[in-house]
């Protein structure tokens, strides 16, 4: 008797999944909006526009990454199901407001457009204002431009006033982020945008907080780079410890009580058997050498016995080292792969500056240095020579880990991986790197051919 009302309240609640979306992806934008105008003075929520701390700005930048990715979700529902669900009057439909939204419009039922254009509009700005502030510049300024690492105190000041008018810029969603005064030009055009630009200038150079703004941003701008570098240290350096002390002081000991009680076997694979009983062969046959051409005093078989199980010994003990080593380099490698992954999951916001940094400096390089450094790239790793230096790679790494060096699997590894690595480079290049810097493609192609 009540599946008919059930199915009618399911469907309705399907219709209604457009519209749920947007007020949920609208309302997640009137949060991050309300942050804007509560601490940020109306600004982007960014450290430049707040003098909070680095916990405060991590809570800051996780609250805005919570509502960013929430309206990228609601939004991609939204028009999933718009494309699906098909309303029947496109003109008019009856909109549940709040008393503010009531007293704003000043109707309950409202055309369908309007209310939807409403809060796309919101939606994209707020999109559109974060989108703009995480695009790589394509060339940053620096102190040392031009000046060979030496600038007057005039000419610093110029180049720290042009920084902190670029971050304006971008901030401000203009359409030039090279120069934040083009909104102003699109806005009026009365008169010229070189007269327009020259008296913004003389506004901001006649601004009394001029001067701190481009201190600030300077000293943000050094405060990030640092960080940067410091959590790029702390990335190389702590798994190396990690896998230092987990081998001498936590496994090391395990693993040296348990082989001495147990008397493991000496060799962990028939490779390790195999290159001990060549290298004491080639020692029996070196002593009797060098017996039979007078360079050694006549030995007898008894003599050459003895030595040879003494050698015997000496490359028994040095291949159960050999064994135990490799044994607590897989526990230790495991600890420093665990140690750098939570530096990356715990330091989420020196991940996000130290990828800032390194898009700096990749856009930083001129053309011929970019394809420079691509052409090296691919030639050590996909190049001609590369599959020589990934069969070394490969032994190297199986024998620190004491596994037996498998043939055929460094052979189809070297016939796969690095055609796949070449075609991620090739897609890379076509995709991102052709439009961000033609030149670039262009030289690398010059010196490529």
Known sequence: MQTPGFFRNAQQWFFRTPERALNQAYEAAQMIEAMEREYFGGNPIAARYGTYGDSAMEYFQAE???????????MAEFRASRTVIRVSDPRVMEVDVSATEADELSVNVVDRQAILFRKLRLIDEV??????????????ITLSEGTNGSLAPAQATQVLRAKADQSRGQANGADDPKDNREGLSTRVNVLPRSILRTVDRIRQDLDPNAEEEV???????????????????????????????????????????????????????????EEALGELQRFEERLRFEVLIGKAPPLSELNIE??????????????????????????????????????????????????????????????????FIIILFTDIFV??????????????????????????????????????????????????LNRISPSAVATYKNMNE
């Open 127 to 140: 999109l559109a204002r974060y989108a703009v502030l995480e695009t790589p510049p394509e060339r940053v």
């Open 383 to 432: 190049g001609f020579h590369s599959p020589h230096g990934w069969e070394v790679l490969l032994e190297g790494l199986s024998r620190h880990l004491g596994f037996p060096a498998n043939r055929e699997f460094i052979f189809l590894f070297i016939a796969t991986f690095p055609v796949i690595l070449d075609t991620v480079f090739k897609y890379w290049i076509f995709r991102y």
């Open 215 to 273: 201190v600030q941003e300077f000293r943000t701008s050094k405060g990030r780079t640092t960080a940067a570098i410091r959590f790029l240290l702390l990335l190389v350096i702590v798994p190396l410890l990690t896998q230092q002390f987990t081998k001498n002081f936590i496994v090391g000991p395990v693993v040296d009580h348990f082989r001495q009680d147990r008397q493991a076997d000496v060799f962990l694979n028939i490779e390790m058997e």
């Open 64 to 74: 805005l990454k919570k509502y960013l990715n929430l309206i990228k979700v609601r």
């Open 306 to 371: 003895r030595q040879v199980r003494e050698k015997a010994t000496e490359i028994e003990e040095e291949y159960r080292q050999r064994s135990a080593d490799a044994i607590k380099n897989i526990f230790a490698d495991i600890a420093a792969a665990v140690a750098f992954a939570l530096l990356l999951i715990t330091r989420k916001q020196d991940v996000a500056n130290l990828k800032s940094f390194m898009d700096e400096i990749v856009y930083g390089l001129s053309d011929s240095a970019k394809a």
